[in-house]
């Protein structure tokens, strides 16, 4: 049982040492050794056990990592912040030209300017092309 309590801290201490690495190896190889934890209480064999951590560590290493890597560093693909705001609509709650004016932008009211020279009178809905600062660069929808 001494050994299933060794097997289970190193997994444990592995497992909290991913958070500085942040690359996904010492979490696969945490797994593997709780794995060999749950070998070393059930066999007592510690050739079984060194068996069980290898190839479920190296498993997770080929097979899984690849994945969440892919999943988790590569990003999910939902923009955030005031990039989520570009492409979106709003309406002008005041003239807009390319000295300022407001518009209601996902139900606050934000500092705007158009793209080009145009004018856009009050009530006009708009798409935002661009946020420069705390200003949203809007041009009249079509």
Not at 20 to 35: K, N, P, W, Y
Not at 54 to 83: D, H, W
């Amino acid at each position: 049982m001494t050994a299933a309590i060794i097997w289970l801290i190193v997994g444990l201490v592995l497992v909290a040492a991913e958070v500085l690495s942040g690359d996904f190896v010492l979490v696969m190889l945490g797994i593997g050794a709780l794995a060999g934890a749950g070998s070393a209480a059930l066999s007592g064999n510690p050739i079984v056990d060194v068996l069980v951590f290898a190839v479920s560590s190296v498993a997770l290493i080929v097979l899984a990592r690849p994945a969440l890597k892919r999943r988790f560093l590569s990003g999910t693909g939902v923009r955030t912040n005031t990039e989520a705001l570009l492409g979106t609509s709003a309406v002008t709650l005041s003239v807009v030209n390319s000295d300022g004016g407001q518009v209601k932008l996902a139900g606050e009211v934000w500092s705007a300017r158009s793209l080009t020279n145009e004018v856009i009178e009050p009530g006009t809905t708009v798409t935002v092309v661009e946020i420069s600062g705390a200003t949203a660069v809007v041009s009249a929808s079509p």
